[in-house]
């Protein structure tokens, strides 16, 4: 997902959408309908903490015969944690529903129309005749 070009928000979008899409990409996240997309596909879009785990992996791997990691690595494993990962990983599901909810923003549903009042004047009721009301009768008792 950090791989795709960030283009600008469009000066179209509402003010609010053009706000949303502006912070997403200082942040440089995906766009709420791209991140859920991507979890659809069972991508998690967030940025992981592989480069930790790799870093980690080495420092075992280059242990002296003390058990000790080389310095270098134990420096760059310091700065690593302190300059990308100072804040807590948020849940998936939080994620998720944040995204669906910044989602709503930017994309809002359509509302359904109320029609209140008085309708009468709009429909005219006729009464049923007599040939209408036997045929209802007959269809009905063949049928049920």
């Given at each position: 997902?950090?791989?795709?070009?960030?283009?600008?928000?469009?000066?179209?979008?509402?003010?609010?959408?053009?706000?949303?899409?502006?912070?997403l990409?200082?942040?440089n996240?995906?766009?709420p309908?791209?991140?859920l997309?991507d979890?659809?596909?069972?991508?998690?879009?967030r940025?992981?903490?592989?480069?930790?785990?790799?870093?980690?992996?080495?420092?075992?791997?280059?242990e002296?015969?003390?058990?000790?990691?080389?310095y270098?690595?134990?420096?760059?494993?310091?700065t690593?944690?302190?300059?990308?990962?100072?804040?807590?990983?948020v849940?998936?599901?939080d994620?998720?529903?944040?995204?669906?909810?910044?989602?709503?923003?930017m994309?809002?549903k359509?509302?359904?129309?109320?029609?209140?009042?008085?309708?009468?004047?709009?429909?005219?009721?006729?009464?049923?005749?007599?040939?209408?009301?036997?045929?209802?009768?007959?269809?009905?008792i063949?049928?049920?």
């Amino acid at each position: 997902m950090a791989d795709k070009k960030k283009k600008p928000p469009s000066r179209h979008s509402s003010g609010m959408q053009w706000e949303i899409e502006k912070r997403l990409q200082d942040h440089n996240m995906p766009m709420p309908h791209e991140f859920l997309a991507d979890i659809m596909a069972g991508i998690d879009p967030r940025p992981d903490k592989s480069e930790i785990f790799k870093l980690v992996r080495d420092m075992v791997i280059e242990e002296d015969e003390e058990g000790l990691p080389p310095y270098e690595m134990w420096e760059a494993l310091k700065t690593l944690v302190v300059t990308k990962y100072e804040k807590e990983k948020v849940v998936l599901g939080d994620s998720i529903g944040a995204s669906k909810e910044l989602l709503q923003y930017m994309f809002p549903k359509k509302k359904s129309v109320e029609v209140s009042g008085d309708m009468a004047h709009l429909v005219k009721v006729v009464p049923l005749t007599k040939e209408e009301i036997d045929t209802f009768e007959k269809r009905f008792i063949d049928e049920f």
